[in-house]
């Protein structure tokens, strides 16, 4: 049997540190929650969608939860990847990409088909798409070394 130490290196959200000091939440939270709002009220803008206001107060909550929801399973799908050792330290790009992949994908599929299901066809591929390329978890790809000293 091995006994190999696991590094968890590349990952600024992760599932484990949350756990670990649940104050990250406070800081996590509020700033999706911002960072969806700009989003949001910047597309309603450009797409000239009119009664912004009614527009935000139907969409924030289940674009904020959703957006978190799949950040958390991206996070879980990295987590769970560094457990069975599914990549070499060397090439941690290769394994952090599809995870922050994994999440925008779910971004995409959770505001298509649920958030903006009521939407015209040709709004809802714009917004969805907005949300999975704009608020993706890009936070993934900075090494965690940067911020803990590891």
Do not use: C, Q
């Amino acid at each position: 049997m091995r006994n190999k130490e696991v590094r968890l290196y590349n990952v600024l959200f992760p599932l484990w540190f949350l756990m670990i000091f649940p104050v990250t939440w406070l800081i996590v939270l509020p700033g999706n929650f911002l960072i969806d709002s700009l989003v949001l009220l910047i597309s309603l803008r450009v797409l000239k969608i009119t009664d912004r206001k009614s527009w935000y107060k139907r969409h924030i909550l289940p674009i904020f939860g959703f957006g978190m929801l799949a950040d958390v399973i991206g996070a879980a799908f990295l987590f769970l990847m560094m457990i069975l050792e599914v990549y070499d330290i060397r090439n941690e790009l290769l394994l952090t990409i599809p995870a922050m992949l994994v999440s925008a994908g779910l971004i995409f599929v959770f505001n298509y088909f649920v958030t903006f299901r009521r939407a015209e066809k040709k709004t809802r591929l714009r917004l969805a798409l907005t949300f999975a390329i704009v608020t993706a978890p890009y936070t993934f790809l900075v090494p965690s070394a940067w911020l803990y000293g590891f």
